[in-house]
């Protein structure tokens, strides 16, 4: 399928690993401009550099900001006054329960999920708009809608994130922008593999055997009993950022394998 994104200018919060790497290393084979981003320059170079060995003539940028600092939308608004296509893809987690979660972690993961993506999306919105075509998507979870008892805070971001990708969709009315959200469901990241990794040693047990328990136990609703690979969940942010999308509009869509019932 011909995505027709080549030239657009894309930039993915979040990307120099895991989900929002894959997305950038896919928007560069459609012949895209990318920007990336993660926290320092240093990750920033690094990627940049897998990057260019893995898809030839990648034209990618990049841009080292930390959300929990106050300056980091001032850094991107200098850099990239105007795109095509938004990834609201940057998003941490604290797997505590409740009662242990402080304001801290509350605010920190509102400030980096939620708040990222609110000035993001103020900023290149009202661009979109006036050039009568953009993508806005973000990357929620599962776990807005499964709430697991040890990520509640980060469940409650990944829910508001849907609010406000619905609510954005309907200021696009009559326009050639969208913006929609991505639910994605267990991936394996570098992070899950580090998880696998550690929770095989402590238990004496294989990865794999480690990962069939994770799905019989804490993802047994799960209908593809596996973890999806990072490009598989790149695979339909592609799509939903391609002018191909362009009947989808105010929608979540799920790749969780599954994982949430219920038919919608
Ligand atoms: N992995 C899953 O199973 C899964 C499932 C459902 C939903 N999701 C969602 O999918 C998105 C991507 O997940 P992922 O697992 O790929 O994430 P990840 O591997 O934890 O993401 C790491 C990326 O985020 C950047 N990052 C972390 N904190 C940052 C901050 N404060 N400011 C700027 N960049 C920051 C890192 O940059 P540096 O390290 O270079 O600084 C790196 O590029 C997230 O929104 C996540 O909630 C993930």
Known sequence: ????????????????????????????????????????????????????????????????????????????????????????????????????????????????????????????????????WGRILFVSSECAQLVPADLIAYSTTKTALLSLSRGLAQTTKGTKVTVNSLLPGSTLTEGAVEFLKDQASKDGKTEAQVAENFFKTDRNSSLLQRFAQPKEIADMALFLSSPLSAATNGAAIKVDGGSVPGIL
């Open 1 to 132: 399928m011909e995505l027709e994104l080549q030239h657009k200018t894309v930039f993915i919060t979040g990307s120099t690993s895991g989900i929002g790497f894959a997305m950038a290393e896919g928007f560069l084979k459609e012949g895209a401009h990318v920007f990336i981003n993660g926290r320092t320059q240093n990750s920033v170079d690094n990627a940049i550099d897998k990057l260019k060995a893995s898809v030839s003539n990648a034209n990618v940028s990049g841009i080292a900001a930390n959300f929990k600092d106050s300056n980091a939308i001032e850094i991107i608004q200098e850099a990239i006054p105007q795109i095509d296509i938004l990834i609201n893809n940057v998003g941490i987690f604290a797997s505590k329960l409740f009662e242990e979660t402080t304001d801290t972690d509350w605010h920190e993961m509102f400030q980096v999920n939620v708040m990222s993506s609110v000035q993001l999306s103020r900023f290149f919105l009202p661009k979109m708009i006036a050039q009568n």
